[in-house]
């Protein structure tokens, strides 16, 4: 059975920090693609981040300089380090892990809420 599981989610000030965590069983880690994905509210999901099993990296425009998306694979786990945060990061942060060009599994997501 597969799962993702989120955490680290959490109210933090602007210009904060927060570091999301997603930890992954059921799959081959290794050989699954892992993204980060955020849905605001009222809007649509949008992709954050994604890391490839080599660790290419990719970011959307808005976080560049400010995110940062690593994975451990001993550990099974994808993590996104959030700096510099702003209200407009403000979302349901979740993870995905994906083989080809669509994600395939899905985390229950962890609210990530910037006050101004």
């Known amino acids: 059975q597969v799962a993702l599981v989120e955490s680290g989610g959490g109210l933090v000030q602007f210009g904060g920090s927060l570091r999301l965590s997603c930890a992954a069983s059921g799959i081959i880690f290794s050989m699954n693609a892992m993204d980060w994905y955020r849905q605001a509210p009222g809007k649509q999901r949008e992709l954050v981040a994604r890391?490839?099993?080599?660790?290419?990296?990719a970011y959307v425009d808005s976080v560049k300089g400010r995110f940062t998306i690593s994975r451990d694979n001993d550990k099974n786990r994808v993590y996104l380090q959030m700096n510099s945060l702003k209200p407009e990061d403000t979302a349901v942060y979740y993870c995905?892990?994906?083989?080809?060009?669509?994600?395939?599994?899905w985390g229950q997501g962890t609210q990530v809420t910037v006050s101004s």
């Open positions: 890391i490839s099993t080599v660790r290419t990296t």
């Open positions: 995905c892990a994906r083989r080809g060009r669509e994600c395939e599994y």
